[in-house]
């Protein structure tokens, strides 16, 4: 059975760092493109980031550029989102999400090609 495990929410002050996990199981990452949405209260889900199957090409909403970086850990099939100077804007669950093993889709798919999803980890940002 295939699985997403994710893992490092938490409460933060704003400037703070917070490193989301999600570690999968029964599928390997390498031959899928990943994503981090994200969804906060009274709002409609949101994309945050996303990784291509390759490796080689990561993409980023506006507001997380040069504060969240994602990342693939191959060795222990996992995926991290590294986020760096908090706000308090950031605050919301966080999920992340894969493509099926070698499915053709972008480098930055769309929320309908995931077909694997974590059941989320929430990031509060608040002092």
């Known amino acids: 059975q295939s699985q997403f495990a994710e893992s490092g929410g938490g409460l933060v002050q704003p400037g703070g760092s917070l490193r989301l996990s999600c570690a999968a199981s029964?599928?390997?990452?390498?031959?899928?493109?990943i994503g981090w949405f994200r969804q906060a209260p009274g709002k409609e889900r949101e994309w945050v980031s996303c990784l291509s199957m390759s490796g080689t090409t990561t993409t980023y909403t506006d507001s997380v550029k040069g504060r969240f970086t994602i990342s693939r850990d191959s060795a222990v099939n996992t995926v991290y989102l590294q986020m760096n100077n908090l706000k308090p804007e950031d605050a919301a669950v966080y999920y992340c999400a894969a493509t099926a093993s070698r499915a053709r889709v972008p480098d930055c798919p769309r929320s309908n090609d995931f077909v694997y999803w974590g059941k989320g980890t929430k990031v509060t940002v608040s002092s």
């Open positions: 029964g599928f390997t990452l390498d031959y899928s493109a």
